[in-house]
């Protein structure tokens, strides 16, 4: 059973070791833990339904709590703490594109409001609902969850939209195949989800975002359907694809989806090294990727996050050895930790792996075998589980992205740590700030920097205020550097004030315009990539 | 000095031998060369300029003849045979964007006309004018031709729109550098063309197609700039960039180009393979494709392009002996030539060569070493000039192209020749139509049919008409195949009929509304890509 106030299914639990307890506390001061809130107690208080008797809207409590919010930090101690948001009047569930058309017809035609939900994994408030008086519809597409199509000799395979990671890869392997697209989320965000998010995967060196994935599907819109049609390429004007990718439920409900898949590979594994420091370790991933060999992951942790993941590790002792054995081959203090993937037949990869470590070998890394690579990929999709287990000692955490071009990487990694210690440090808030580059370009490369800090006594206003501060004091940062306001996690309403620093005022417009052309009524998800729709009710 | 009414330099011809001839002969009748219109006769019959005087424009009709046709067939027989279509009042030769930004500021008060131009390359109509009552300005980018900007470390760097493509490796070439982006016409289209038509050059399968070249710029449009920054990637909404790609001057005038450079490769080279027949052949390339080895060019001609390219060839002797030996080998009457590139570090170009030749065996291909290839590389260019030999002998073509997924790829190759057989048969004309495949996605592949026939007697109108029922009669083919409008040469007036079938009535209303949005007097480069802004001369 998926919980209702945390990441993941309830039977998953990820614990803290001794070590990581001491860590934390040591940097953070000790957790103190408080009550959560019941869902029986916040059930009741959602407030009537305004939405019209339908056969396929459904207006029980329990259904639209769950639709209500999504799994950014705000969304969290909105739950945690029960401090209810408007959510959905109703929720429908349609198993067909023609019954998503149907549900759309009627909302126009009401001006009823019309959020789209998946697999309610948006950390940027995707699912946020304005206090408005127009009733709020809520499209849940997790019953358009199947295989439609699958091309062998074209490798594309349609899906419903609401079909979530695990169902996309599950489908594929029965067949021999994989999509690739592996994002953190992956056990519940959906293929239509990241289309519409511009989500990117822990293996896009090899497979692709998903803008390159996406070959084409079906958006029913207002005013009608956008058919895409699939090409492997076109100069015929404007690509419309690019306009639904990342399109946020602002234009339509996408419906069906086809991507771009591959043959399951001969050869994948993950590969551990380890990096003097921070300079060495950029310049070696900067040239890996220039050089384009064909690599499927490059993630490399800064000094700080390469220390906490050690300390997570437990196995205090082999550790240890770990330690005195990279320190005797020239990365002590500064080490940074970089996880290699390579995906691809066997020849390739031999190829791949080898010239990545004859390149990283002039950049002075030390390589540690496959063992804890094979450990990071069996944990991969844990990660966001442990945000239960620190919040239960006490702590909150969040993460902030973002990608810039090379020369502004470092000085951005560091403007975003720094910025953080500098928010909390108004509220006298100590916090742990730490940074991997995840997904890395020839011409740049994504940052993601994550905070734990003790979660503050008094509920959920100077929570909210502290998070707010956080993310107002890294998004200025971000604008300053010249980095996007999200690399993987979309826009959504908590990064909409910043959009026009990298859209500009006319490409403002222009979006504005799109959703006038494509919802004329402006009934699909306010308040979302622009900031109208409101008001909010925090 | 450039040819005023066909293809190149005037110093640089290419030869047809014996060989050659007898084949043209044989397969098509004599050829009946006609008399050609001189420029000089063309220039007295331009009437005068509707424009203002203004110091950024000029007004002579040798100006406004050069930017006022392309090189598309129409506009070929429009030259040869004088047949004068409406030229552009006025050609203005901006050296900034703050120039641009004046005349698109003047341009949009007055409710003129505005055609960019660049390299004249356009085989698509890009350049035709209305018969209108608006004095139309043409503006003319090739003095914005700089690098303006290079950053080594994210490999970027920024042009002038007007930079044509052997300026741009040119000035990169200087630095180690190359952009990697070779269309047959490099010589003289510009980077700023290359993206608002969406272009794809001869290495595509290395370096890709523009769309991922292009990092960012400006656009000046009507009602302001459009700015778009370098990200190495974003999920921050719709691209704008993406919008800007494909846009054929309707938007606005691009100015500046950040486009991703790579550096000069270790190694280059070319290869050519012949395959017993084209189903063995098309599953090789599709098998290398699919496994994304690192090569460069797959260029793959059918059974009737071989044969035609190796009587181009001359050297009958060798070209005998060469024949022989494959046939001895398994390709006879059926093979088909493959031309494979590798460029990358030495390392991984001695990898990519050795598994394709292996894929390559197990489909029967026979290897002839690099010599044809380094031929090929030589006269990579020389193409075009090929087509004022042929008009030269009373000959005329044409190319048309599209690309579609693989299902359909050998039955539109087939459709696509064999509609224009029949369109000329109508005509009691014969006419030598020959494919190949010159860009292969692991979903699909481009498909570029070229078409030679006896230059029909009587001027422009029996040529035009013969043209138009190609060019119909072959669409009509892609579309019932689900194939693009265009792989690499745009819409621009020519296939803005059949765009409709590929973006559905919502996709074109989206274009439409895109253009009111940036265009609110519709003064941008009217006709292409939608069906307005007429009547037109023909």
Redesign the interface.
Known sequence: MRRWNGWGDESTSMNLGEGARAMLAQRLGPGQPGQDAKREDLLPRIPASRLLEHPLIQHDASSRLAVGLGESYADWIRKRFGQLPPVPDGVAFPESGEQVRTLLDLAHSQRWIVIPFAGGTSVSGHLDCPLSERPILSVNLTRMNRLLHL?K????ATFGAGTPGQQVEAQLRAQGYTLGHFPQSFEYSTVGGWVV????GQQSLRYG?I?QLF?GGRME?P?????L????????????????????GRFGILTEVTV?I??LPEHESFHALFLPDWDSAEAAV?ALA?????LSMLRLSNRIETETNLTLAGHERLIGLLQRYLAWRGCGANKCLLMLGVT??S??AR?ALG?ARRELRRHGAVYIGPAMGSKWAVNRFKGPYLRNTLWDQGYSVDTIET?????QVKSLMHAMEQAGREAFARFGTPVHAFTHLS?V??????IYSQYVWPTAPGGFAPNFERWQTLKRAVAEQIAAH??????????GRD?ATH?VD??????M???A??CR??DPHGIMNPGK?LQDGGPWAD
Not at 223 to 227: D, K, S
Not at 441 to 446: A, E, N, R
Not at 502 to 507: D, Q, V
């Open positions: 091309d000799t074209s490798l594309l998010t511009r989500s990117s975002r803008e070959a819109t005013v009608g359907p956008l058919v049609p699939t090409l492997p390429a076109a100069s015929a004007g404007p690509d419309l694809r690019e306009i639904v990718l990342g399109s946020e771009r591959s043959p900067r220039q050089r384009r060999l064909p691809a037949d020849a390739t190829h010239e990608a810039v071009d090379w020369p997904h370009y020839p011409q740049g490369s994504s010249g980095g996007t306001v999200s690399h993987q996690h979309g826009v990064h959009l990298e859209k500009g005022p006319l490409g417009a222009t979006l315009g799109l052309h494509f990539l």
